[in-house]
T-cell receptor
């Protein structure tokens, strides 16, 4: 149980285009979802936290207008990288959890999306 | 600021030997502590967690971790390493004294098990 599906797993696109990444919880209701970014050989950096039906809370230094997060249902969150540029190339990982932002429930992770901007 | 430290970028061990991957934390309150493993181009897989109780926690694939409150450490251990254990390991802490609870990760340690 507790499966998180992330799609696509790999995307290559031209500079200036927008890319949408989907994160779905397949067998549980994900009240809270998290988006992380991971640079090569580095740790996961939290980008934002979102509650279903609410606006996402972004970490310091993360551009809200650049990384649009939508968490419209209890099983789906999307991250849209708008007007992507080569410096946005990275590995993006979503995580989902039952319960609210203050919940003690474990976080479950998707398999990540490797984004390459040419 | 909350932080998790993994002092070793890489740990090399021979197959069959015991392994230890170190983790220390600087997180307020009594955080929950976790270990995750990541294989290439994949997300994170949960190994084990410490919430309270016995300082030695047993997890998946024969891994265990020892919690030491006085040293604020949570080292990952395995009595006998396998080549298939080679992967990237992350220690993480979940603060319990704040309203917004998200995992804070260490920098990761690459474990290389040689045949």
């Amino acid at each position: 149980g507790a499966v998180v599906s992330q799609h696509p797993s790999w995307v290559i696109c031209k500079s200036g285009t927008s890319v949408k990444i989907e994160c779905r919880s397949l067998d549980f209701q994900a009240t809270t979802m998290f988006w992380y970014r991971q640079f090569p050989k580095q740790s996961l950096m939290l980008m934002a936290t979102s509650n279903e039906g609410s606006k996402a809370t972004y970490e310091q230094g993360v551009e809200k207008d650049k990384f649009l997060i939508n968490h419209a249902s209890l099983t789906l969150s999307t991250l849209t990288v708008t007007s992507a540029h080569p410096e946005d190339s990275s590995f993006y990982i979503c995580s989902a959890r039952q319960g609210s932002v203050s919940s003690n429930q474990p976080q479950h992770f998707g398999d990540g999306t490797r984004l390459s901007i040419l | 600021a909350q932080s998790v430290a993994q002092p070793e970028d890489q740990v090399n061990v021979a197959e069959g030997n015991p392994l230890t991957v170190k983790c220390t934390y600087s997180v307020s309150g009594n955080p929950y502590l976790f270990w995750y493993v990541q294989y290439p181009n994949r997300g994170l897989q949960f190994l084990l967690k410490y919430i309270t109780g016995d300082n030695l926690v047993k997890g998946s694939y024969g891994f265990e971790a020892e919690f030491n409150k006085s040293q604020t450490s949570f080292h990952l251990k395995k009595p006998s390493a396998l080549v298939s254990d080679s992967a990237l390991y992350f220690c993480a802490a979940l603060p319990m004294d704040t309203g917004r609870r998200a995992l804070t990760f260490g920098s990761g340690t690459r474990l290389q098990v040689q045949p």
